[in-house]
């Protein structure tokens, strides 16, 4: 298979796999988040601010995949 | 308490996010280019923006009051398809680079990091930090 095949199926699946691993990691941070509060709701500002930092670090992660797409996308097609 | 990890702690991490772009802004245009430094620069203007919308979804979204759908709508209305475009433009620039915005982004995680790594040495993630280990670490 030439290599700009392989990049064109390998590049969107990468980035699936990602959203869904960012999918999970944000569903299990949050569910893990509202139990807490649940439990303990004086606690809820300082379990948000935890949740809050992981949301972001597992967007970021999505985000960098992303832009590594946009940045192959350009060489798929290129002679 | 003005160290506690409460979301006081993002609003202070936000603020030297942007301080430490303005301070690189200068310095960037000076060493790197005008439109490496400004991609630099939009990218943790973006990132920012970003994380201040992700916060203020997350805090509509999951209190134990209930959700404010309306405002929960609003913000997410802004976020997704509004700042991931302008994402998006941002990148279609032929000046800038996907790397450098990439940069720019990080930063704001990156003080993240350092905040939380220095509340550890520090000792400051316990409420009420033991004298000794923050003598020792000072």
Same mark, same amino acid.
């Given at each position: 298979?030439?290599?700009? =095949?392989?990049?064109?199926?390998?590049?969107?699946? !990468?980035? #699936?796999?990602? *959203?869904?691993?960012?999918?999970? #990691?944000?569903?299990?941070?949050?569910?893990?988040?509202m139990?807490?509060?649940? &439990?303990?709701?004086e606690?809820?500002?300082?379990?948000?601010t935890?949740?809050?930092?992981?949301?972001?670090?597992?967007?970021?992660? =999505?985000?960098?995949?992303?832009?590594?797409?946009?940045?192959?996308?350009?060489?798929?097609?290129?002679h | 308490?003005?160290?506690?990890?409460?979301?006081?702690?993002?609003?202070?991490?936000? $603020?030297? =996010?942007?301080?430490?772009?303005?301070?690189?802004?200068?310095?960037?245009?000076? /060493?790197?280019?005008? /439109?490496?430094?400004?991609?630099?620069?939009? #990218?943790?203007?973006?990132?920012?923006?970003?994380?201040?919308?992700?916060? !203020?979804?997350? &805090?509509?979204?999951?209190?134990?009051?209930?959700?404010?759908?309306?405002?929960?709508?609003?913000?997410?209305?802004?976020?997704?398809?509004m700042? /991931?475009?302008?994402?998006?433009?941002?990148?279609?620039?032929?000046?800038? =680079?996907?790397?450098?915005?990439?940069?720019?982004?990080?930063? *704001?995680?990156?003080?993240?990091?350092? $905040?939380?790594?220095?509340?550890?040495?520090? #000792?400051?993630?316990?409420?009420?930090?033991?004298?000794?280990?923050?003598?020792?670490?000072?």
């Open positions: 298979m030439e290599y700009q =095949t392989m990049l064109a199926w390998a590049a969107p699946i !990468a980035v #699936g796999l990602a *959203a869904i691993g960012s999918g999970l #990691g944000i569903g299990r941070a949050v569910g893990s988040a139990e807490a509060i649940g &439990r303990q709701p606690a809820a500002a300082k379990i948000q935890a949740m809050i930092i992981g949301a972001a670090f597992i967007e970021a992660l =999505t985000i960098y995949v992303f832009i590594v797409f946009i940045m192959l996308n350009g060489k798929i097609g290129a | 308490m003005r160290n506690s990890l409460g979301l006081d702690f993002l609003n202070r991490t936000l $603020k030297t =996010t942007g301080l430490l772009l303005l301070i690189f802004l200068p310095f960037g245009i000076y /060493y790197l280019g005008v /439109y490496p430094a400004l991609a630099v620069f939009s #990218g943790g203007v973006w990132g920012i923006v970003n994380f201040i919308f992700l916060a !203020a979804l997350i &805090r509509v979204a999951f209190r134990p009051e209930g959700v404010d759908r309306r405002r929960l709508l609003g913000l997410a209305l802004v976020k997704f398809p700042l /991931y475009g302008a994402a998006y433009c941002l990148l279609t620039i032929p000046e800038f =680079t996907p790397p450098q915005f990439l940069i720019g982004f990080s930063v *704001a995680l990156a003080v993240m990091v350092l $905040k939380v790594f220095g509340r550890l040495l520090l #000792g400051l993630h316990d409420e009420n930090p033991e004298p000794k280990r923050l003598e020792r670490a000072l």
